[in-house]
């Protein structure tokens, strides 16, 4: 397939959504930058236009349906059809479950995961007319491997899997050329951890190993112009995908023990930080966060996998060079007696 020409982008302003942006522009695509934040959208549309692609700011939040419906009407009447819808965008609360309010798990499902139903909705709506197209779930080990402190986050990841499952099964019965894909992420270095409303006594952060978002980034690009059901981005991410399938009660113990201290970090944590759950921080945070000095800025897991293809007929090129470099098996005086 060819390379898509139009990109929309939820959660475009910072981290994750913003290093995909910026990529996409790279390689030669037109993009739709959704998000609230109107400083980081416009800086996004200044990365977009000096790789000389066009860059449409979409300050909406991705919770209003009818919003979400509106952008992406938008989107093709500035850019062109779209090609390839990207769900990235979310929030969180960091909390034990029993100190969360109604109000703040409300908002985490509907932004989390209703913000990807819309999305999806507003996609396929579009793509299914053209019979082409592809959309982009970004979801985390997370959506497979729960943990403490996250409940909200966690619920609305796995609920992601379920809907995407059974939107596949759709496309599938009416054989539909439209492809949804998924790409599960492990702990990223982005600006989240800065601004995500918090009651952790200690400043939070991401479980390590921890990955800089441009790794994140090229799977996404790589997922969406390849034909993945799934991709798993990380080592971390397949062993805690693959470990709950076979021992999730000893996990659920040892993230007890664990889950609580890895999250957190660097002393004290002021708690009346401002926090992004219900409005925009203002400024441009950009796409990386706090943790330059201890993210990776490549994953051999994720390289390897992303590569397969190529590593499999370097394998037998490999193979047949050997065997040709052997030469013709010897015929000893002993074979030559049994064959007389």
């Known amino acids: 397939m060819g390379f ?20 996409f522009a790279k390689k030669g695509a037109d993009v739709a930058l959704i998000a609230r934040g109107i400083d980081g959208l416009e800086a996004a549309k200044r990365e977009i236009e000096a790789f000389g692609r066009r860059a449409l700011v979409l300050p909406i939040d991705i919770s209003d349906a009818e919003a979400v419906e509106n952008a992406a009407t938008s989107t093709e009447q500035e850019l062109g059809p779209i ?49 082409r197209g592809t959309i982009v779930q970004v979801g985390s080990a997370l959506a497979y491997r729960s943990i403490p402190l996250q409940s909200a986050y966690c619920g609305a990841k796995h609920a992601i899997v379920g809907f995407t499952d059974s939107i596949r099964c759709e496309l599938e019965h009416i054989k539909s050329r439209v492809r949804i894909t998924a790409v599960h992420l492990p702990a990223l270095n982005t600006p989240q951890f800065s601004w995500v409303k918090s ?30 059901r799934e991709l798993w981005v990380g080592a971390s991410t397949v062993a805690a995908i693959q470990v709950q399938k076979f021992i999730p009660g000893l996990l659920d113990e040892y993230l007890g023990k664990t889950g609580y201290d890895s999250q ?13 759950l219900w409005k925009p921080l203002p400024g441009d945070s950009g796409a990386h966060g706090e943790f330059d000095h201890r993210a990776h800025n490549r994953s051999w897991q994720s390289t390897l996998n992303l ?15 050997a065997a040709l470099l052997a030469g013709p098996p010897a015929v000893t005086d002993e074979a030559v007696t049994k064959a007389a």
Request: glycine share 8%; no cysteine; charged share 20%.
């Open 83 to 131: 090609d390839v819808w990207v769900n990235v965008a979310m929030v969180s609360v960091f909390s034990p479950f029993t100190k969360m309010t109604a109000a703040e798990f409300k908002r985490v499902t509907d932004v989390t995961y209703l913000g990807y139903v819309y999305g999806t909705m507003s996609a396929l709506r579009r793509m299914q007319s053209r019979n």
């Open 264 to 276: 957190q970090y660097d002393g004290p944590a002021d708690p009346n930080r401002p926090n992004n």
């Open 4 to 23: 898509p020409k139009v990109v929309v982008v939820t959660g475009a302003s910072a981290g994750v959504g913003r290093s995909t942006a910026r990529l």
């Open 199 to 228: 009651r952790l006594p200690r400043k939070p952060q991401p479980v390590p190993p921890i990955f800089q978002p441009e790794v994140a980034a090229k799977a996404i690009v790589h997922a969406a112009t390849h034909p993945r």
């Open 307 to 321: 590569n397969r293809r190529w590593i499999g007929w370097g394998v037998v090129v490999a193979g047949v060079a």
